[in-house]
């Protein structure tokens, strides 16, 4: 029933969702962004004539482009966090969230035939921010399982999860962060703040995945594509996944994980198969897929 109230008020936040595809021409205003760097805008606007000049226009196809153009880039935790929320632009740092976001702003703008950093943020805040519109920290969606809900109901993203072979399903309270504010900073001393995150955490929520003992199947190797999301499925309390990457299927059929990897230390491909990087693993169980919509 929870679940079922929590899609019913992101329709209302959407009450006039945009068409697939269709993103905010404006985002947020200057004095409400916050850079790196003088070279993110330059170095943005760089990578998207690179895709203009590929002449690629599916979406997969410029996922994995600009994954590649970002390889080397150092892994940096915690480049969302500050004072008061704005809307960070960082090309140079990413984390496993952050990556992700970053390959759908870059995707988007190319698909739309907009080609400057000023789309780019405009598409960050759509993806990042509950209903697209960037508040205080609680508008920021900070949950996958909340996050594909709230872009899905705007157009922008798909679980594919459902789709595959021999998908499971799991239910589980996704508050981790209510139960954990000595991580958070902006919790720690916010117990408002932590209210307001709690009334969008979910109870026995429901969601798909796959084991990982299935990711060798060679029905489920045929339905993954290079440049599907893919976020790892945790086991740990109150959290639904653990980290995220886009999956590139090699010439054998075989996926593997391009990540923004803390243990590496930076975006890079993962050595091994998707499905040998997760068997040793104590805490990820498995997938979940995710595409954009046209």
């Known amino acids: 029933m929870k679940h079922c109230l929590l899609v019913i008020a992101l329709l209302l936040l959407a009450c006039t969702p945009r068409p697939a595809g269709q993103q905010a021409v404006q985002a947020a205003t200057m004095s409400q962004m916050r850079f790196h760097c003088d070279g993110d805008t330059v170095r943005i606007n760089q990578l998207l004539m690179e895709g203009r000049e590929s002449g690629l226009n599916e979406a997969n196809a410029l996922i994995e482009f600009y994954a590649r153009k970002l390889l080397g880039t150092p892994y940096v935790a915690h480049t969302l966090e500050a004072d008061k929320e704005v809307l960070t632009i960082n ?12 390959l759908y702003s870059l995707t988007r703008a190319t ?27 609680s508008s920021r969606i900070h949950y996958i399982s909340e996050w594909i809900i709230d872009n899905h109901v705007r157009g922008n993203l798909v679980e594919v999860t459902p789709d595959l072979p021999h998908v499971d399903y799991m239910v589980k309270n996704i508050d981790y962060m209510t139960h954990h504010t000595d991580s958070y900073r902006q919790l720690k001393n916010d117990s408002a703040m932590v209210e307001k995150i709690r009334r969008y955490e979910l109870r026995n929520h429901r969601f798909p995945y796959l084991k990982r003992s299935w990711l060798n199947d060679k029905g489920v190797k045929a339905a993954l594509r290079s440049g599907d999301f893919v976020s790892l499925v945790t ?11 886009i999956i590139i299927v090699d010439e054998k059929g075989d996926p593997y994980l391009l990540d923004a990897s ?9 050595s091994k198969p998707l499905f040998k990087y997760l068997e040793k693993s104590k805490t990820n169980i498995g997938v979940r897929v995710f595409r954009m919509m046209p």
Do not use: P, Q
């Not at 109150?238 to 990457?245: A, K, R, T």
């Open 111 to 137: 698909l739309n035939g907009r080609y400057s950093w000023r789309d780019f943020a405009a598409n960050i805040e759509n993806v990042r921010y509950r209903g697209g519109e960037m508040g205080d920290y």
């Open 91 to 102: 090309i140079h740092e990413l984390d496993c969230l952050t990556f992700i976001e970053t």
């Open 235 to 245: 086991k740990i309390e109150g959290l639904d996944v653990s980290h995220n990457g």
């Open 262 to 270: 803390m243990s590496g230390g930076k975006v890079m491909l993962e």
